[in-house]
Nanobody, 121 residues
Framework: QVQLVESGGGLVQAGDSLRLSCVASGLTFNTYSMGWFRQAPGKEREFVAAISTGGVTALSSDSVKGRFTISRDNAENTVYLQMNSLKPEDTATYYC??????????????WGQGTQVTVSS
């Protein structure tokens, strides 16, 4: 059974940093590209960042470029999202996903349950 478990969310102030983690089990982690998506209330799920199987290629959305960094540790079956200079508009539930590298959620087969990030102004 595949499981993706996110952690690291919380309530922070604008300008603060958070590091999200996602631990995967039940799959051969180093054969899956990993992505982070977010969804705010009343909005569609939005691509945030993605990283290739070996970590060589990384994608990010324009809204987080220069502030968020995705990385992975294949030895630990973990993908990270380092979020700096957080803004109130970053408030959302953040999901990690395993699948094929890209920006569309349709490319990802497995999803975590999400972790809430709230940024106060």
């Amino acid at each position: 059974q595949v499981q993706l478990v996110e952690s690291g969310g919380g309530l922070v102030q604008a300008g603060d940093s958070l590091r999200l983690s996602c631990v995967a089990s039940g799959l051969t982690f180093n054969t899956y590209s990993m992505g982070w998506f977010r969804q705010a209330p009343g909005k569609e799920r939005e691509f945030v960042a993605a990283i290739s199987t070996g970590g060589v290629t990384a994608l990010s959305s324009d809204s987080v470029k220069g502030r968020f960094t995705i990385s992975r540790d294949n030895a630990e079956n973990t993908v990270y999202l380092q979020m700096n200079s957080l803004k109130p508009e970053d408030t959302a539930t953040y999901y990690c996903a395993a699948g094929i590298l890209g920006r569309s959620p349709r490319l990802y087969t497995y999803w975590g349950q999400g972790t809430q990030v709230t940024v106060s102004s």
